[in-house]
């Protein structure tokens, strides 16, 4: 097997991908992190009037004869009362964000007036339109505003709230199963026998699936033999949309998982050029996508980042997702090689520091800084260097 790029790997992956998951109606405040499934279209302008941007004084142009000339104050209109037809020849008293009367064509703010409560004096007049906020200059009555596959933020919400609207088409949430298997793990909480490592993958994956919106089913941890594993995975093929394991499918007697998923369905043992990441498998089980990711920590977590939160996008509707590095500068000196590198990194006002110790199995070096630079195969990175970072919080 020749190994293939971790972009060419994302090609492949995510050329198969289908949206897995139909749609509901959930309410508006339920809505975070989750996927527009329909477009969202304003039937309404935003504002629906035209209204002032000042506490002021709203009147005709043309009805202003100098600053010695005291208008009458008609009415006193304060937002969220309905305001009526401006009387000719008046001024009336205006607050931000209420209703432009008709017949009036500029707001002069406060500041610029003198008033005794029934007539006000109007120092100057700026051109027609000036402070008012007209009528859908927000949004237009028919505009687009969100598009299906948005996945919402706090704004979104704000913007749909904004259009009077409680309840929003959304994706359901894909539901990924996670399955951690080795015979060698104990969960956290228990004590750990010789020979027993405790279980992390399990808990760090059940985050990251759930910070990106998706519904975990957890699986727990299998021993390394093969009719447990079939067992779980069958089960995991009915219940989940998707399913991840971490470990099992190296070429070692007891990585099972592989000849499991063979006789299931398919699987292809991938040598993606990432590092840390191999091995990584792709596959299905009884017709559930199947995502093999590697055992060791931080492999199944660059994995996942990297490999495994595309494909799932995709599953679940997702549209735009793609991750633009920032450039910063390298305070490290650090020697390509044949395998894309994520180099776990800390960055600091002057660049990015680098986590001394790089091998797979050290999570620590994840939680240590606050993101990764990705190093191209072969190519070599010396301090000073302008290098790609993603921070970790892109990956949200
Ligand atoms: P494997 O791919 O099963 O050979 O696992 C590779 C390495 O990762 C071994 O050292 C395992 O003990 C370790 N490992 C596998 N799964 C986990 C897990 N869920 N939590 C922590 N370490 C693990
Ligand atoms: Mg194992």
Known sequence: VSMISVSEALERLRNQCKVLVDD????????LGRVLAS???SAINVPPADN???DGYALRC??????DHALEVSQRIAAGTPPRPLKAGTAARIFTGAEIPVGADIVVMQEKCRTDGQSVLIEALSDPGANIRP??????RGTT???AGQRLRAQDLGLIASLGIARINVRRRLKVAIISTGEELVEPGHIAGPGQIYNSNRHMLKAMLSNWGFAVADFGVTVDNPKVISKVLTKASHEADVIITTGGVSVGEEDHVKAVVESLGHIDLWRVAIKPGKPFAFGDVLGAPFLGLPGNPVSAFVTALV????FLFDSQGISHQDILPVRQTALFDKKGSPRQEYLRIRSGPDGVEIFEQQSSGVLYSTCWGDGMVVQKPGEDISRGDSVDVIPYMLFN
Do not use: H
């Not at 509901?24 to 809505?31: A, F, H, N, W, Y």
């Not at 009528?135 to 237009?140: H, P, S």
């Open 62 to 67: 043309k009805d202003w004869r100098g600053s």
């Open 39 to 41: 477009d969202v279209v």
């Open 52 to 54: 002032s941007a000042m």
């Open 24 to 31: 509901k109606k959930i309410k508006l405040d339920d809505g």
């Open 307 to 310: 490999i495994a939160r595309p």
């Open 145 to 147: 505003v969100l598009e």
């Open 135 to 140: 009528k859908g200059q927000d949004i237009r």
